[in-house]
């Protein structure tokens, strides 16, 4: 399946392996991102981070610890010689992926329907974009052959003016929690993958229907109940990263055509999780923004 940007194309929002099949393998490895393909993903979402010695990882973590057999800073230790030898904490151990491995995965012909959003972290120096260009011309001088299996998920501005000059080929989709920074530094993107909770609401449902009227894509992330998923195709979203995509799949099927009964609780449930998604949004606002300005002022970049 190509990646469409505008409204999904198969009657349902597609199914987005959240890190692979994360619920039941370890994330972000050549194994749990395989089995979300086997397992009927639309699309797989993945991290990157850069190494001491210039190498992608795939791994979501600025630091080693959480994950892998490894402690420290990913950016501290080069991929050759040591992250190379580390495996994930959790079973059955798999090796740290280099992106060239994930890479290589999709493009096989029988993954050519799966597409990608890789998520580059904004810890990473933005010239990881450099070097992700280099890593898709093995495959061909022609990038845009990735334009519509590939997107980049960008969360900082600092990472907008890297994509223009070395993958303006991709569609970049911006990644966030705040439909201000959005709208204020994203507005001209390919698409959005934003979470369920900002999405939520009169003023969600505005963001979408402006978002595609544009041709903008928007994903949801990360949804991992039913209610939620049934919330997002409410509002129209067009793709949802989930842990769980076997469970969703098996649910939903592959043309987007199942019966919801629609009962007091259903409608009991929609009014809570609406209440508790006001108050979660000016919260997780000044939240992201703290965060980004870590790394940078956000800019308006044209």
Not at 181 to 205: C, E, K, M
Not at 213 to 235: E, H, M, P, T
């Amino acid at each position: 399946m190509s990646l469409c940007f505008g409204r999904s194309t198969i009657g349902r929002p597609y199914i987005i392996g959240h890190r692979g099949a994360s619920a039941g393998y370890p994330e972000n490895t050549v194994l749990s991102i395989e089995q979300a393909i086997v397992e009927g993903a639309d699309g797989i979402e993945f991290d990157i981070q850069k190494t001491a010695d210039n190498q992608i990882i795939v791994h979501h973590d600025e630091v080693l610890d959480r994950t892998t057999t490894g402690s420290g800073r990913v950016s501290s230790f080069p991929y050759y010689g040591v992250i190379e030898h580390l495996t994930t904490k959790s079973h059955p151990q798999c090796p740290i992926p280099r992106l060239d491995d994930v890479i290589h995965v999709m493009m096989k012909p029988e993954n050519s329907h799966v597409f990608a959003v890789i998520d580059i972290k904004p810890n990473n120096d933005p010239t990881i974009i450099a070097i992700l260009a280099d890593i898709l011309k093995k495959y061909s001088d022609d990038v845009s052959i990735f334009k519509s299996r590939l997107s980049l998920g960008i969360r900082h501005t600092l990472f907008l003016p890297y994509c223009h000059s070395y993958l303006h080929q991709i569609p970049i989709m911006h990644i966030g929690s705040s439909l201000d920074i959005a709208q204020t530094y994203f507005p001209d993107v390919a698409g959005y993958n934003l979470t369920h909770v900002s999405l939520s609401g009169s003023r969600g449902r505005s963001f979408i229907d402006n978002a595609h009227a544009k041709g903008q894509s928007i994903f949801a992330w990360v949804v991992n109940r039913n209610g939620l998923y049934s919330d997002c195709r409410r509002w129209g979203v067009d793709g949802v990263l989930t842990d769980k995509n076997k469970d969703f799949v098996n649910m939903y099927g592959k043309n987007g055509k199942w019966d919801e009964n629609e009962n007091i609780l259903n409608w009991i449930g929609r009014m809570m999780r609406g209440w508790f998604y006001a108050i979660a949004r000016v919260v997780i606002h000044h939240v992201v923004i703290r965060r980004l300005k870590k790394y940078g002022e956000l800019k308006k970049v044209d």
